[in-house]
């Protein structure tokens, strides 16, 4: 490859991607967001994974455990005066695993906590769930109900207007390597749960809105569509776990298109887990699990910009372990650290630092909690 060649390519890179651009393409990380630690937890939480805040701005993490099973999935809540961790649920028990997982959970404006129950690593046969926590006037759990069923694996949720938006990130269709993005309104199960089709027949479900394909990359990992989250004109923000594919599905006119790249590119993007929405800044946060990164879209400006990325760490002092989920909270990014491992990301072993990360935001008024749009 001549110079000028190499110039052009390089000036390619720049139109989608800002921060340092390293000989290889792949973007370099900002000392100004190193992370710091936010929480250490015990074994009872030796898997966190989804976040979630109420209005009054205290923090809840779901922890799936399914690493120590010999710990029950539950969602833990910080209360935000005293920055004291306690449990406030144990996940719902499927009646056919016996367990419960939570992970993508976000509040509806009634209070109500809505949560993906992922049985996926228990058993592959459309058992994950969508569960709602009823809550009470006093913030205390009353009671917990399945609202959508038959799904394969449940990983990120959003509540918007009257309706649940989640992902299901494996479709299990030979060949296809698929995963969409789904909404069921809430009128949807008053009387009862609702049920997705068959994924022979998700292009024709009227649940599904989106489905995602992944190109395995060097990890070779089939999983697709993963986080989602809206912006503050309602559009959709996904991508594939597989492959870092990452898309939007605009929303126009009240119907939303299909899911359109905004990123296809390993090098800059090898990895898209969980991600969320500054409406403050208009960015979307994307947690890379693949190279224990924090990335984020600027949504006005169409490019990628990375803020962090560290080598195989287990997470003591703040740095990232597998980051699975970005979170929003006032002036601050929390990152919650999934560290579980899987084939070719730089996390090498589950160990026994259960922690959550925090990386502050640059101080611009911060953001309003409860980090919702509807
Ligand atoms: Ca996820
Ligand atoms: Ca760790
Ligand atoms: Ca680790």
Redesign the pocket.
Known sequence: MNKATRWVLAGAVATVAWGVVAADGALQPDEKYRPKLFAQFGDHVNVP??LAQDKAGNIFCAAPNFVDQSYAGTIMKMEKKTGKWSVFVAGLLHPDTKRGAP??MEFDEEGNLYYCDNQYFFDKAYKSRVIRVVVDKAGQPVRMEPVVENVKLA??LRIRGNAVYFTD?FFDIEGKNQGGVYRVPMSAFKNGPARLLPKEQAANDPYCLGITSTTPNHRKDIAAT??MCFDKDGNIYTGN?GDGHFYVLRLKDGVYGKPETLVNDTKLLPCV??VCYDAKRDRVYI?DSERNAILYWDVKAAKLVMMWMNDDDCGKDGLLDQP??PMVWGDKLVVVNFDMTFPGLRNSKNDPMHTLSVIDLDKKGGCPFLNLFR
Do not use: I, K, L
């Open positions: 994974d989804g992970m993508g990983n990120a990130t993963d986080g776990f887990d969980g947690a699975c989920e």
